[in-house]
């Protein structure tokens, strides 16, 4: 597609349970972004793919959270056993390389019951 | 932790009127970057002004840089309702890739 598509738009689920998000980027786009934004903050950053590696995971708070990217393009962020401070919008971005503005999906919006 | 920090944290004008939102950091900078995000979506890229420039402009918006003082601005002209929205400001420390590290943004509320 012609955008950064993320899917799913909204998920609910119970706490301790797993989730999956997943970022499709632009294509040809090697720079891969994940951020988490909690109401009325700003954007909290998670981890940096380059390719399929990520030199910098730095952001991810916890080891429940991982992520990994597939051929260069499709990413998944795992949250396992979730708790309810997981709560926020998951927001994926991708750029040409990673010193170039980046282009946002529209995010997960992530609600633990 | 947050880099940039706006201001004013929410702005209400009428359309036609001007709007500037200001971002201060604490760190030198590559450059720095200003984001819109509607309301529910994605955050999509205004500008992006690096240390050895003072001001750029695009259409309506004109972005200034004081690196001394360690703070920007962004100015948009004849404000529209469409221009309703959160600006973030996002620094960026190194040419190449680093962290995008952003505030927590200005609320513009555009009144018709």
């Known amino acids: 597609g012609a955008g950064v598509s993320q899917s799913p738009s909204n998920k609910v689920t119970e706490k301790g349970k797993d989730v999956e998000l997943r970022c499709d980027p632009i294509?040809?786009?090697?720079?891969l972004y994940w951020y988490r934004q909690s109401l009325g903050q700003g954007l909290e950053f998670l981890i940096y793919f380059q390719g399929n590696s990520a030199p910098d995971k730095s952001g991810l708070p916890s080891d429940r959270f991982s992520a990994e990217r597939t051929g260069g393009s499709v990413s998944t962020l795992t949250i396992q056993r979730t708790q309810q401070e997981d709560s926020a919008v998951y927001l994926c971005?991708?750029?040409?390389?990673?010193?170039?503005?980046?282009?946002f999906g529209d995010g997960t919006r992530l609600s633990i019951l | 932790s947050q880099q940039g920090e706006e201001d004013p944290q929410a702005l209400s004008i009428q359309e036609g009127e001007n709007a500037t939102m200001n971002c201060s950091y604490k760190?030198?900078?590559?450059?720095l970057q200003w984001y819109r995000q509607n309301s529910g979506r994605g955050l999509v890229h205004l500008i992006l002004?690096?240390?050895?420039?003072r001001e750029k402009h695009s259409g309506r918006l004109r972005v200034t840089l004081d690196t001394s003082k360690k703070s920007s601005s962004l100015l948009i002209t004849a404000s529209r309702a469409a221009d309703t929205a959160s600006y973030f400001c996002?620094?960026?420390?190194?040419?190449?890739?680093?962290?995008?590290?952003f505030g927590k943004g200005t609320m513009l509320l555009v009144s018709p």
């Open positions: 002004i690096r240390s050895n420039e």
């Open positions: 760190t030198s900078i590559n450059n």
């Open positions: 971005a991708s750029s040409f390389d990673g010193s170039q503005p980046q282009h």
């Open positions: 294509s040809g786009h090697t720079a």
């Open positions: 996002a620094t960026q420390k190194n040419s190449g890739y680093s962290t995008l590290t």
